[in-house]
């Protein structure tokens, strides 16, 4: 593991315990959020219901996607994350992997959410976590996603920031939706849907995309 991915890994651990503590609830407060991903859901449906959250944190996804018919289950980076989620959303599945090196097996899932865990990927990680994606899901399966725009420029925290109170920091890239539709196309997936919501305060505007894993026997 590379010093960057260790450094983001070790920083998520830290912050495990107060993403349980402060997100409950915050889906029920995005209707954008949840129209994407009921939105994945009905159209995910059609060719399985075997779906993964890559990037799931603590797992606050899943009984939402499991309510909409799905069969979920949760990958991270973090093994308190992990720990978390088993702890506070039991029921379901959940495995310690690095994007780059998903454990399954090829065209294995109907769909992937990647809910803002695009966003740590360093340009030269890039290629390889859209690959990943692109070998997992089947043909005709579904990716939704959501990112925060920007130019590609690398964040860190700002001085005073609720992070840096924990004493971490981690890399992030706030791509925009053309790179992000690029992205996608190089590793076989077709754009479906995309949308933004304003951008509030310091936070940028939020990007959402709902893209379609195409067939290479068609191309």
């Known amino acids: ?16 315990e107060w993403y349980a503590e402060n997100l409950v609830g915050v889906l029920e407060s995005m209707p954008v959020e949840r129209a994407m991903l009921a939105l994945f859901a009905e159209m995910t449906l059609v060719v ?26 949760g990958v991270d980076l973090s093994p308190k994350m992990v720990e978390v989620a088993r702890r506070e959303h039991p029921g379901f599945a959940y495995e310690v992997s690095d994007l780059r090196e998903l454990p399954f097996e090829d065209a294995s899932l109907a769909g992937v959410v990647c809910w803002f865990s695009l966003i740590y990927l360093a ?3 890039r290629e390889r976590a859209f690959a990943e994606l692109g070998r997992v899901v089947k043909p005709g399966g579904y990716l939704v996603t959501a990112f925060k725009h920007g130019d590609g420029t690398l964040h860190r925290n700002a001085p005073g920031s ?3 109170s924990f004493g971490i920091d981690f890399d992030r ?43 290479p026997r068609s191309t």
């Open 48 to 73: 399985g219901a075997e779906v993964a959250d890559v990037g799931c944190g603590t797992g606050r996804l899943l009984p939402y996607l499991a309510s909409r018919g799905l069969s979920p289950r």
């Open 123 to 125: 340009p030269d990680a």
């Open 162 to 164: 609720r992070v840096e």
């Open 173 to 215: 890239y706030w791509l925009s939706a053309r790179e992000m539709e690029d992205r996608f196309a190089t590793a076989g997936f077709a754009l479906v849907f995309q949308g933004s919501t304003p951008a509030e305060e310091a936070e940028p505007p939020y990007g959402y995309m709902l893209v379609r894993r195409t067939d």
């Open 1 to 16: 593991m590379d010093a960057r991915t260790e450094e983001l890994r070790d920083a998520h651990d830290v912050l495990s």
